[in-house]
């Protein structure tokens, strides 16, 4: 009974620790995609933010370029950076490469698609389907999940932006 027991707790903090929530994995080609999600967003926004961790597992680089989504006029990639204090955003004309053998996350602060013109509010609680487009994998349909305003995180997930602070009473776009 004892050893039941054992067996079924070492079983269960196997799960939660291999599959922990909104890790979702998707593979594309030689890319694997996981924890797609945004920041719901107030009534009356016109953009909002995506974020997802994208892994290169193949032999040479992809792009991505950007995307599409039914709840934008379009969704391109950005990124944000801090330079001589100043917070600053930026569309990557030419896309963002993922190296072969490496992993990009994009996160609050860094790198992040953008969701140009919504049509209505990002709820939290809801699933988002959006299409990324790369270069050399094509066209990926990939579903968000969308978490609070302040999330800086996917639910169960790690919380990238947690160590910035950032005051975007200087931000320039």
Not at 11 to 37: F, N, R, S
Not at 112 to 123: F, I, Q
């Amino acid at each position: 009974m004892l050893i039941a027991r054992a067996a079924a707790c070492a079983t269960m903090i196997w799960y939660c620790l291999a599959a922990p929530a909104g890790a979702e994995e998707l593979k594309a080609g030689d890319l694997v995609i996981t924890q797609a999600w945004s920041r719901a967003t107030p009534g009356g926004a016109k953009v909002g933010g995506g974020y997802l961790t994208i892994e290169n597992k193949g032999s040479t680089p992809d792009r991505l370029i950007g995307g599409s989504a039914d709840v934008a006029s379009k969704v391109e990639v950005h990124e944000m950076a801090v330079n001589n204090g100043v917070m600053t955003m930026r569309l990557l004309d030419n896309g963002l490469t993922i190296e072969p053998g490496k992993t990009v996350k994009l996160a609050p602060g860094g790198y992040h698609l953008m969701l140009v013109d919504l049509k209505s509010p990002l709820k939290r609680g809801e699933k988002v389907p959006l299409t990324l487009e790369f270069e050399k994998a094509g066209k990926v349909r990939v579903v968000f999940e969308i978490e609070g305003v302040g999330a800086q995180g996917p639910a169960g997930g790690p919380n990238p932006g947690d160590h910035m602070d950032m005051k975007m009473d200087h931000m320039k776009m």
